[in-house]
């Protein structure tokens, strides 16, 4: 991020053997949006530099492209409903650290009228256990979340 441009990059390659790339699932695009989001950023800008001669990677024309072009409206009606919310100062957010949930984690508590509203990313591709988060909120938070996961809890 910079104060003349403020952005947030999103590198989303995967590598895999013989040189093939593939796209996102649509749980990572989730994730990433939401947490751009969740940063602050005012647009989100996707966009794919793999070419007719990319191996396996195909934005408009690859098996993959299906499930995430058809998972995206549904990504952008969720996002559209909180961004009123995301741009407001948070309560709290999280805070990156030395400890094992700041690095696996992402939280945003946000306040909407008389309700809180949680957000929770995890970070990792793997599952999260959150039992042992603390955080200001009143309401109840998943006991685990999924690999790349967003979740988003309200209390009122």
Known sequence: MSEALPCVVILQ???LPEGVMRLPTATEM???VFLAAALGVDGI???STA???TPGWHLL???DSAALWAALPAIWSDLRSMLPVYRRTPKATSQPGDDAESRLVFWRLDHDGGREILTVINLADSEVDLTGLLLPFS???PEKLGPVEVAIVESK
Do not use: N
Request: charged letters at 20%; aromatic letters at 16%.
């Open 13 to 15: 390659i995967f590598k």
């Open 30 to 32: 989730r994730a990433q």
């Open 45 to 47: 800008y996707l966009y």
């Open 51 to 53: 070419t007719p001669e």
């Open 61 to 63: 024309h690859s098996p």
């Open 139 to 141: 309401g109840k938070i």
